[in-house]
Every structure is written in structure tokens, then in C-alpha cells.
T-cell receptor, first 113, second 112 residues
Framework: DAMVIQNPRYQVTQFGKPVTLSCSQTLNHNVMYWYQQKSSQAPKLLFHYYDKDFNNEADTPDNFQSRRPNTSFCFLDIRSPGLGDAAMYLC????????????FGQGTRLTVV | GQSLEQPSEVTAVEGAIVQINCTYQTSGFYGLSWYQQHDGGAPTFLSYNGLDGLEETGRFSSFLSRSDSYGYLLLQELQMKDSASYFCAVRAHNNAGNMLTFGGGTRLMVKP
């Protein structure tokens, strides 16, 4: 059973048109992450939540926002997508303690036209 | 800030052993993880080292030396299906919270 679910798997949006990507988890993990991954590059951390505490990476553009209305759901909002925002967006969750394994969703591949 | 260095590409033959090194610089270090990612897929967890030493999980082993800020992933009895990208990732905690930061990734190509 999928534990971290991202919808949709593929998203096409128009240049400048706001888009929202969603992530849900059944693991009840405290921490949720959003990563951006471009072709042949490492996942780049955009921001993460510890419960409701939001932590933004210093170099994450203001164009990217996030919401976590409850433990299970997290959203990535791109207010005005540019061509350079085309990428795979990965959501991940983890507990704070223990082996701290992170569980990833299958990702949403965003295309900007 | 945090930085991780690992080789960009490694090639090996089936049945061989390969070691992928990772050096890191970070504050608030908790531990070092390794993830495997096949083309088009999501990263999947392989191993975690919170303490110095070797962790073994089947054909894969991972090592950490906190004093050297260094770790490696060892893959034994390589199989074609092991062709993938391998990322080391640092878990760290600082004023910005609890972070999992990835290295640039090592693309492993296993040849017959």
C-alpha cells in the first residue's frame, strides 16, 4: 500500500498560471519535505515542516509556498510558474527519531508551457 | 550551510564490488543516509549511519566516520538492476529545523 501519495503524477501548467501539487501520507510522520529535482541532479530541499512548524530554505524562491493543514496533507503552491520551474517535485516524510528513514512519494512531474 | 561531495559517475561489472564515497560539511549532524534512485523513480532508502562504523544490509553496507566527516556505500555482488543513482544524504538539525540534504548523486552503471 502506498504510504506517501502525490497527486497528480504529471501536471502541465501554463507559464504564470498558479498550480498546486498535493501530498498525503498514512505514516503519521512529524516531518514532511518538499524537494525539487531536475534532470540528472540531486533532489533540492525547498522547505520542510516539523508538525506545523514551517522551515523555508534560504534559497527557495518566494514563488514557492507550502501549506500543511493537518498531519496527513501537505501542498506545494507555485504562484507564477516559469519555464525554469519544470521539474520533478518530490514529497517525503520521516519521523524525527530513530533511523530517520525518509519515505518518498512517486513525485509529480511538472511541465510548464 | 551544508555540502556533500560524491563522485558523479562509477562504472563496474556484474559480480564486482564497488564503493561510493561521500564527504560532508554540516552543523548539527545527526547521521548519514544512502538512497537509491532508478531513472524516473523516487529515491528509496538503503541505509542509515548515526554512529561510527559499518552497517550491513544484505549486499549493501554503509560506513561512517564522524571525525572524518566521511562515509561510503559498499555494493557487493553487483547485479544489472543495481544500475541507478545513489545519493548520500545528511540529516542535520539547526535553527532552521530538521533537514535532510542530498549530495549530488553518483550514477552507477553496471555492465555485463
Amino acid at each position: 500500500d502506498a504510504m506517501v501519495i502525490q497527486n497528480p503524477r504529471y501536471q502541465v501548467t501554463q507559464f504564470g498560471k498558479p498550480v498546486t501539487l498535493s501530498c498525503s501520507q498514512t505514516l503519521n510522520h512529524n516531518v514532511m519535505y518538499w524537494y525539487q529535482q531536475k534532470s540528472s541532479q540531486a533532489p533540492k530541499l525547498l522547505f520542510h515542516y516539523y508538525d506545523k512548524d514551517f522551515n523555508n530554505e534560504a534559497d527557495t524562491p518566494d514563488n514557492f509556498q507550502s501549506r500543511r493543514p493537518n498531519t496527513s496533507f501537505c501542498f506545494l503552491d507555485i504562484r507564477s510558474p516559469g519555464l525554469g520551474d519544470a521539474a520533478m517535485y518530490l514529497c517525503a516524510t520521516s519521523r524525527l527519531q530513530g533511523t530517520t528513514e525518509a519515505f518518498f512519494g512517486q513525485g509529480t512531474r511538472l511541465t510548464v508551457v | 550551510g551544508q555540502s556533500l561531495e560524491q563522485p558523479s559517475e562509477v562504472t563496474a561489472v556484474e559480480g564486482a564490488i564497488v564503493q561510493i564515497n561521500c564527504t560532508y560539511q554540516t552543523s548539527g549532524f545527526y547521521g548519514l543516509s544512502w538512497y537509491q534512485q532508478h531513472d524516473g523513480g523516487a529515491p528509496t532508502f538503503l541505509s542509515y549511519n548515526g554512529l561510527d562504523g559499518l552497517e550491513e544490509t544484505g549486499r549493501f553496507s554503509s560506513f561512517l566516520s564522524r571525525s572524518d566527516s566521511y562515509g561510503y556505500l559498499l555494493l557487493q555482488e553487483l547485479q544489472m538492476k543495481d544500475s541507478a543513482s545513489y545519493f548520500c544524504a545528511v540529516r542535520a538539525h539547526n535553527n532552521a529545523g530538521n533537514m535532510l540534504t542530498f549530495g549530488g548523486g553518483t550514477r552507477l552503471m553496471v555492465k555485463p
